[in-house]
Structures are given as structure tokens and as C-alpha cells.
């Protein structure tokens, strides 16, 4: 923005007035004189488009303006006009320098898209005029007040009566600072959803006499609070931030090098650890290992820990992933645990909020991080320094005075593997702080010796590739024919036996893995469109399927998109696929009959297409055998659904297909294995089909009929008990069924 004439004092002047005030945006070309001679009548503001040279119409119109009145503004669209002399106290604003924004669009959208520039300029783009609620909503929650409304022209004088009333508002306004910069993403404690960058306005008359106070994570501000009162309405409010030390506010730090100290509170000699190893990690340094049924009692003051507006990072890597594996539990409303594979948050009765897009990898350290927002109640959770998921909480978090456990909870939910450093604030830390946290974590172990493997290993590499194109002959047209006549489609034979341990293979269920031939899980390196595209392909490439072509794979991964650039952002997703792929001796991408299909060596193991070629017998008189083939069907169906990791519609049918068989194979089996001496395996098999079918009656029928059986009468109540709670959590109301009912009746239910 520039203004021709006055002193730096006058146009700071104008330019805060022009913050303040409201004005009704038109292109002179457009509007009538007698539509102009309203607007001057009745004293809106007007600011003025063009499109070039200031023309004869908008210079008549700038000449009958009161020079007291209000300052002149054009806002050029496109080159801005070149002024002189004749047109003094005349700001020019260029389009750049202002938010634009529609008035069609909701205002959480245009709060989102809003930025540290001091004007906005809102568009009405349709008929229909929003109400002065809607302008008045934008400007409570923004702290933006609407500077320049542009409306079409059969509109325009009905804007007269809004900018009025607009203008007409008592108003705070003020500014925050980090510096010589305004800092964005400021909220306010006590008044919800507002959210402003830089400069800001509120009107008096919807805030009342609620104080202001700005808040932002990472932040403290001096003044930290200013009153609405008469003598704070008539000057600009300077609020000036500064960045909190990053142990501002840190109340626990715990350190595992061969024993437990809590580094900030000193209160060593109450910590108790259970069952708890120390090691020398060769990334870590000293660490502590939880070897199952091993946890951390944080003494009694860790009671005090916790508060709303926490955060929580640490150093984790899980050498086993179970359904549950807790971090941190604090009594019954804290969990913080690995569930499923993924970062979950519990507070019991009400909801885990599982992390769809937080992974925690296996044999892996991971730096993970959980925050709590107290002021709109969201927990974010971080991974490696990165937010990845902010979710909003139903309940407000309520904090309680039980001791923290490290490593397990009041369910018992232990935590498998190493930790290495956990830490606790008790305030909220912003992204460029956890990230910090996880660069300065990350720094502190070998990074010379690290860097120098590498070369070592990129050396190596580079000197063992020319040794190869130097010394080995082998024709490479020759190699590649080879490896076809070994690779066979997974259509035409199937896996007949569990696969090694080791040996290259596919695992669906409980999670994808991509095993190679060094026994290393390639999915981890897979992107997550990568991991789309792998799963496509390979879900129609057995059981009887023979690939799946080019459009119906852009459909799937990229609908809405172009076809050309569909094309070729899958072709680049295809070819960096091939390359992941490229240490697995036994799997071969190809394309052939216009379809892309996964290839494998005859002994190569996929443990869905084990799963579907059982599913797929037919049903045998042979009951002995039928057990015998059990226990290797359900090592599979234990470790959980099919991709349960993936929440892609176009994989939905694919995983409601295969619960539903395994479901169906289940029940079938409580009718065919009827004598009591298979009652081990049919509990397995209920509660295979349980994790396909979390409130299937038939096996809480057959879980509770076995276990009565076997004098495990409290053990039974449990599992009673615990199918209640889910039941009451999903559907609000009481389970009808009732314990007794249920007891012995599993013979009269499945005969």
C-alpha cells in the first residue's frame, strides 16, 4: 500500500482508520449516478476497482469525496494506476496485499485460509445477500472486521445498511507481535473459536466485558491480559510474544541409563520398577527393556502430573505389538498405548481415539509425541517430530491424582520393548517445538559414526558394483528369462504350509508386511499411496485373479483426477513400487493382457491367499483332519482383520468380504467340531470371528458355554461383562441378553 502525500504519523493514521472501518467496494464503471449520489448521501464508505488509468467517471467521483470524510482507496486489478499531484491523500492497495475471500464460503474455511495481511476484502459472488449475523460471525471469530465488501451492481445499495451497522460498532483493537513480526494463529482464552494473525478488531457490543488474553503454544505474552474498558477502546493494544525456554513448563523427564531417575523431579527413591532390564542400544545409548509384565510406578508425585494442556514425547521402540501395548497410564481416564499398530488415546467409558495415520513400526525406535489443546480439546499426535492426526475429544479431558505408570496400565496392558527417555510438560508445545525436541533427541546418539557407515556402505556399493559389471559375464537378457520361467502367477498355485519364519512372504491380516529375502519388512519404506497401490494390485492377483487394469487403478487411487495426469502419477507410483520391490527374488510386477498383476515364485507364501484356499474346501467328513488344519489357519486369523490399517473406501468390499467368510467358516466349525475335546480350538475360533465381529452373540455364546464347562465360571463373567461395556459404548443402551441365560445353552443354540 502507499500513500502520495502527508507524513509517516498521518498515513500510520489513515491506515489504522482504514483497519477499523468498512467500506462498500465498487467498480465505478458499473455504478449509477444515482446509486453514487445515495451512498454519499447517506456516508458509506466506498473504496474503488480499476482496471488501469484512473477514467473520467472515477475522477468525478473522487472530486465530490469530503476530504474529511474518509480516505480515498483504489484497489487495482492488475497494474496499479500511475497518480500524481491532482490526487492527493489517495491510497493505493494492491490485490495482493489484501485476504480475499467469498462470502459463500462457510467461515471455519475462511478462518483457515486467512493470513497476517491487514485487510479482507469479502466477495458476494451469488444473488443472495448474507446477513449482517454472517458478517458480524466472520469479524467476532477473525478479528478481521470485513474492510471492503463488493457486492454486483443491482445489490449495492441494499450493503448500505450492513456497512452501517458494522461501522457503527464500539471496538478493541490491537496487535501481537513476536518482533519486528506479527505472529499468527493467535487464540483467546475464554472466548472460544476466535483466532486472529497480526492485527486485530473485535466489536464490544458481542464480546461484552470478557477480557483479552492471547494465547499460542510455545508463547508468552506481556501484557498477558487487557480490559475492554472505555479508556482501552480509543488506542491500538500492542500485545508483544515471546518464545517460552522449551523447559519452561517441563514437570517430568525420565532417563533409563541402568535406573530410574525422573530428572526433574528428584524423586528417585519413590519411582518402583518391576521387572525392568537396562541395555546399551547401539542407536539409543542406555535404555530400559520391558520384557512383559514389567512396568515403571512414577511415585507418589507423579500424581500431580497430567494437567489439561499437556504434552508428552518419548523415545519408544516395541519389540512386540500386541492388541494393547500402554506407554503411559495414569488410573482410569489416562491411557496412552500402541493398539492395533497404531498411537491410540483412552479414557475409559468413553472412546479410544485411534490415530489412523500414527504407526508405530516394529523393532524401531520412534519418537512419538501426544499434546492436549485444553482450549477447544483436541489431542494431536505427533510421530519423528511430525504432526500427524489433531482429533477432537467428545468428553473434556478431566485429570486425576492415581500415580503414572510407565509401560503398563490398571488393565494390564503391557508394553513390550525399549524406551529410552520419557518427558511430560504441563503445558501445550507447538509443532516447531516437538520437532525440536525430536532433532535434538535425534542428534544425541552417533551421528559421526552414523554418516561414516553410510559412506563406508555407499562405498562398498559402488566399488562392488563395478567389480560385478567388471568381472561377471552373465548375459542380463538371459538373467531376466530365467527369473520368468521361475515366477508364476499366485493364481495357478498356492501356498500348501505356514511359511518359515524367515523366508520371503506376505502377511494381510493384523497388518501388511512385505517380508524380502534378509527377512526385512519392506512395507515400512512404502508411502502410504504406495502401500494403496501394492494392496490393489496384489488383492487381485490371487484367488483365482488375474490382475486389474490401468482406468479401474486410477479409479480406486485417484478418482476425480484427470487422465493424463492420473496416467502419470500412477506410472511414477508403479515404477517406484517395481523399485521397492526389486530385493524380493520372489515377486515380479507385470503387465500383461492390458492388466497389471503381482507374479511369484511357486514356493512364495501370501498368508490371504492361504486363508482363501482354506476358506474355499469344501466342508470334509473328516473331523480329525479338519482339526488338525486349524491351528495354522487361525495363527493367521489371530493376529487380526485384513489391512485393518487401511480405511480407503475402495478396500472396504475386500475386507467386508472376508470378515463375512471367516465369520461364516467360524460358525460352521461350532457345528461340525461338536464333541467337547475340540473346545481349545473352538475358543480360538470364537474369538476369531470376535475381532471380525466385535458383538457377535454366537461367540460370546460359545466363549462363555466352553468356559463354563471348564470351571472358569469368573473368567466367563468377564467376557460377559467386558461384551456389555462395548455393547452399551456403541449402540447408548443396555446389552438384553443377561449371564445366565447364556450358560450351557451352547449345545440347544448350535444343534
Known sequence: MYLLAGSREHQDSIWQTLRLRSHLLINPEELSQQQFDSLLLEKIPMAFLTSGEITEKLRG????????????????????????????????????????????????????????????????????????????????QTGKMPNFIQAKPFSILKFADIIRELNGHPKIFGVVRNGNQLLAGVSWKDLPKRETNGYFSFPISLSGSLPLSPYKAGYQFSPDIVLPSPENLRNLKVFNAVHLDPNFGLTDQYSFSKRIRNLKRLNNDEIIPYNIGFVRDKTRGNCAFFSGKAYIDGGLKSRTALKSNFSITGWIKPTELGANSCILGKGKDFVLKIHGGLLTFTVQGVKDYYSTKTAIPLNQWSFISLVHTGSDNFISFYLNGKLTEKIRLL???????????????????????????????????????????????????????????????????????????????????????????ELIPAKVALPASIAPENSEQICCFGGLKVIDADGKDLSKKFSPKIKQLFALILLNSVGGRTGIGSKDLSDCLWPGMNPQNAKNIRGTNIQNLKTLLSSCTGIKLVFQDKLWVLEFADDYFIDYAFVEARLNEPDSNDVEKLAGQLPDLLSILKKGTLLPNMSELWIDPYIDRMSNRIIEYGLNLFRLLADDKYDALLLEVAEVISINDLLN?????????????????????SVFDNFGKLYLDLYQEKYPGDFKSLVDTDHNYFG
Open 697 to 717: 452373540e454366537s461367540a460370546l455364546r460359545k466363549k462363555i458355554s466352553i468356559l463354563t464347562r471348564q470351571g472358569k465360571l469368573s473368567l466367563a463373567r
Open 395 to 485: 468428553t473434556p479431558y478431566v485429570d486425576s491424582d492415581y500415580t503414572m505408570l510407565i509401560g503398563s496400565n490398571l488393565w494390564e496392558e503391557y508394553f513390550v520393548g525399549y524406551m529410552s527417555e520419557i518427558k511430560i510438560w504441563d503445558r501445550e508445545l507447538n509443532e516447531e517445538e516437538i520437532n525440536n525436541e525430536y532433532l535434538s533427541g535425534n542428534s544425541t546418539t552417533g551421528a559421526f559414526s552414523s554418516s561414516w557407515l553410510l559412506g563406508l556402505i555407499l562405498l562398498l556399493g559402488i566399488l562392488g558394483f563395478y567389480l560385478r559389471r567388471r568381472f561377471i559375464h552373465t548375459d542380463r537378457t538371459d538373467m531376466d528369462k530365467t527369473l520368468e520361467m
Open 61 to 140: 467521483m473522487i472530486a465530490r469525496i469530503p476530504k474529511d470524510e474518509w480516505p480515498v482507496v483504489i484497489i487495482p486489478e492488475g497494474k496499479a494506476p500511475i497518480l500524481n499531484n491532482n490526487y492527493p491523500e489517495i491510497f493505493v492497495l494492491p490485490e495482493n496485499d489484501v485476504d480475499k475471500m467469498s462470502a459463500s464460503t462457510d467461515i471455519e474455511t475462511i478462518k483457515k485460509k486467512l493470513s497476517c495481511k491487514e485487510f479482507l476484502w469479502m466477495e458476494v459472488d451469488s444473488d443472495s445477500i448474507p446477513s449482517i449475523v454472517f458478517f458480524t460471525g466472520l469479524w467476532e
